[in-house]
């Protein structure tokens, strides 16, 4: 049950965090929102060349087109939604070790209640 629990717990935090840093899912947008345009951006419609989804960890990078023609790529990963995504992922692990620790309990290590040892000859 523990291990069911734990298990729930870490991925119901990694989609969360998955979740919260994508909610959109346009990175576009998330690139406009959350960044801006850098200082020294082109003046062009396509100014934004790139921007693409980071699985781990987290984030996004947009690629921003520069007024001298070079391109700057910015990656952003947002620090809470890393956390819980590595919190979701110790949980996920944790439930597992449970689980094999569970497995490899030998059976004679849980001892008999007293009244079920034997107690020398009863005739």
């Known amino acids: 049950m523990l291990a069911l629990g734990l298990l729930l717990a870490g991925v119901v935090s990694a989609v969360g965090a998955y979740t919260a840093t994508f909610p959109q899912g346009e990175t576009y947008v998330s690139c406009y929102d959350e960044q801006g345009e850098p200082p020294g951006v082109s003046s062009s419609e396509n100014n934004l060349t790139e921007a693409e989804n980071l699985t781990f960890p987290l984030g996004y990078s947009c690629s921003w087109e520069m007024a001298d ?55």
């Not at 023609?69 to 110790?90: A, D």
């Not at 692990?93 to 079920?116: N, Q």
């Open 69 to 123: 023609g070079s391109v700057l790529t910015q990656p952003s990963y947002p620090e809470t939604e890393n956390v819980f995504l590595v919190l979701g992922l110790g949980l996920i692990a944790a439930s597992a070790v449970v689980v094999v620790r569970g497995i490899r309990r030998p059976a004679d290590s849980v001892a008999a209640p007293d009244s079920l040892q034997p107690v020398g000859d009863q005739r």
